[in-house]
């Protein structure tokens, strides 16, 4: 489970406002200095100190060693951040099953207050697994975090673009680097075994592409392992951080190559065989 989900509870108010608190110090500081504490907070110093005793037990803050001086938030630190944020929203209320783990981000089941299933998606861009499972002593660049920040806030808006005319889910917040959307159920393309009549469902993915190209929208990485097959059969578009606007310099190569990868993968996996030159000029044709 998150680590942060697993001491969501346990983390008291007081340690949140103070890990804020550090987070602001960080926009300034890689290793906030000690003799900084003083400043960004109006706390005693003991209470200070008991504060990042709380924080470094509950392992979401670190405390420097031998060439590092000073305390930073490790990423379970902003992920509870952005948690403690989007509760305090009335964004979510629960928190269920990871959906899925991956290597730019790791995606779990929750509930809203209205008792809605959805997904949260905490960005890792730039951090290996094997980092976030050391619980000390790595060195993550502050680099992941801004990156991770500008992907969810990228993602959150391509698809307050497209949806709902294309199939993607719901876009319904997002805070620092972790997005909320509607529940992603279903396998990816890349891992169904079969499909009784794959055409349609090719037919359906390219509409999608047609339909968010006349928006103004190319996804920018599509691929057989971002096209979701839900249970009744039916596709969603997932991951668009990368999404780019019609009029980007770069529009017709990330176009193509997105529906090179669709064609490449139903001609190699279904043996449908379709002109990219025709599909194209078909999405740039109009409705």
Same mark, same amino acid.
């Given at each position: ?29 890689k ?5 900084r504490?003083d400043?960004?907070?109006d706390?005693?110093?003991?209470d ?26 490790l ?7 952005a948690?403690?944020?989007l ?14 783990? *991956? ?6 089941e929750a ?22 499972k050391?619980k ?9 975090f801004?990156?991770?920040?500008k992907?969810?806030r ?5 698809l ?16 620092r680097?972790?997005l ?14 079969d ?5 349609p469902?090719l ?10 190209y006349n928006?103004?929208?190319?996804? *920018? ?8 097959i839900k249970?009744?059969?039916e596709?969603?578009i ?24 669709i064609?490449?993968?139903f001609?190699?996996?279904?043996g449908?065989?379709?002109d990219?030159?025709e599909?194209?000029?078909e999405i740039?044709?109009?409705?």
């Amino acid at each position: 489970m998150l680590k942060a989900i697993e001491i969501f509870q346990d983390v008291e108010e007081e340690d949140v406002e103070f890990l804020r608190e550090l987070e602001k110090a960080g926009e300034r500081y890689k290793w906030i200095p000690d003799d900084r504490l003083d400043d960004i907070s109006d706390l005693p110093e003991q209470d200070i100190e008991y504060r990042l005793d709380r924080l470094n037990k509950f392992e979401i803050v670190e405390r420097g060693v031998d060439k590092y001086s000073g305390y930073r938030i490790l990423p379970p630190g902003y992920d509870l951040l952005a948690l403690k944020n989007l509760v305090r929203r009335d964004v979510l209320k629960a928190f269920g099953r990871a959906l899925g783990i *991956g290597k730019e981000a790791d995606t779990y089941e929750a509930l809203t207050p209205k008792e809605d299933r959805v997904a949260v998606k905490f960005n890792r861009l730039g951090l290996s697994f094997k980092d976030l499972k050391k619980k000390r002593s790595y060195d993550p660049d502050k680099e992941w975090f801004d990156a991770s920040k500008k992907s969810a806030r990228k993602e959150f808006n391509g698809l307050k673009e497209v949806y709902p005319k294309v199939e993607v889910p719901e876009p319904i917040a997002f805070d620092r680097h972790t997005l909320v959307t509607g529940l992603i159920e279903g396998r990816e393309l890349s891992e169904v075994e079969d499909i009784d009549l794959p055409e349609p469902v090719l037919d359906e993915i390219l509409r999608n592409v047609r339909v968010a190209y006349n928006i103004g929208v190319i996804h *920018g990485d599509l691929s057989e392992h971002n096209v979701i097959i839900k249970p009744n059969g039916e596709t969603l578009i997932i991951d668009w951080p990368q999404w780019e606007e019609t009029t980007h310099p770069e529009s017709e190569k990330l176009l193509r190559r997105d529906v090179e990868n669709i064609l490449k993968f139903f001609r190699r996996k279904f043996g449908i065989e379709r002109d990219i030159e025709e599909t194209l000029g078909e999405i740039k044709g109009g409705d």
